[in-house]
C-alpha cells in the first residue's frame, strides 16, 4: 500500500487522541519517561513538521525540538501537509535528506513515530488506541527490520515483555521497549 495512504490512515487514528488532550493533561507523565504530555506534543509536532522536509529530498533539523504553542491547530494542518509530502512523486524514492537512507525507510519511521506517539499520548492521558491494520502491519514490518539499529541509537530501549494475552499492537509496543500496558 502507498506510504502516504497509510499515512493518512495513521493521521485519522491520531487526530482524535490528540483532539482529547485537555490543558489538564499536559504535565502528566508518558510511557517515555523523557517527556511529559506536553513534551511530547512538542515531539511528535516537530517529528511531522522535519519529516515533510525529508519526503522532499531536504535535511531535517532534530538538533532541538521547539514549542508549539497553537499544537492543537497544528496537528490537523501539519499532519495533512505530511501525507501530502510523501504523496508527492518520488518522495518514497532514493536517499532522504541527510538521514542518508532509502527514503521509503524514512517514510516508514515518519509512519511509526506517528503511530506509536499516537499511543503514548493515549496512554498518557487515558484514551484508548487502536492503529489501523494495515498501518500496524507496515509498522510492526518496519521494527522488525530496523529494532536493532534503534536499540543501538537509544531510539528504542530493549524489549520489554509482553503479556501473554498481549494483542499484535501490545507486542509491538513491548518490541519498542515500551510497557504494553503502561499506566500513570
Wanted: aromatic share 6%; glycine share 6%; with cysteine.
Amino acid at each position: 500500500m502507498k506510504l502516504s495512504v497509510l499515512l493518512d490512515r495513521a493521521r485519522d487514528h491520531a487526530l482524535p487522541v490528540i483532539a482529547n488532550i485537555g490543558d489538564d493533561d499536559l504535565t502528566k507523565p508518558t510511557p517515555c519517561a523523557d517527556y511529559d504530555v506536553r513534551a511530547l506534543l512538542d515531539h511528535l509536532l516537530h517529528v511531522v513538521v522535519e519529516f515533510q522536509k525529508l519526503a522532499a529530498k531536504q535535511d531535517g533539523d532534530f538538533s532541538h525540538t521547539p514549542s508549539y504553542p497553537d499544537w492543537r491547530a497544528q496537528y490537523p494542518a501539519e499532519t495533512a501537509k505530511l501525507v501530502e509530502a510523501w504523496g508527492q512523486p518520488g518522495a518514497t524514492e532514493g536517499i532522504s535528506g541527510s538521514m542518508q537512507m532509502p527514503a521509503e525507510t524514512v517514510g516508514g519511521m515518519a509512519l511509526l513515530d506517528l503511530t506509536i506517539h499516537a499511543s503514548d499520548l493515549a496512554q498518557a492521558t487515558g484514551q484508548r488506541f487502536e492503529p489501523d491494520a494495515e498501518v500496524l502491519t507496515e509498522v510492526t514490518n518496519l521494527v522488525a527490520q530496523m529494532a536493532p539499529m534503534a536499540q543501538e541509537w537509544k531510539v528504542f530501549k530493549a524489549p520489554a515483555e509482553a503479556p501473554a494475552d498481549a494483542s499484535p499492537f501490545e507486542r509491538l509496543l513491548a518490541t519498542t521497549g515500551r510497557d504494553p500496558r503502561w499506566s500513570a
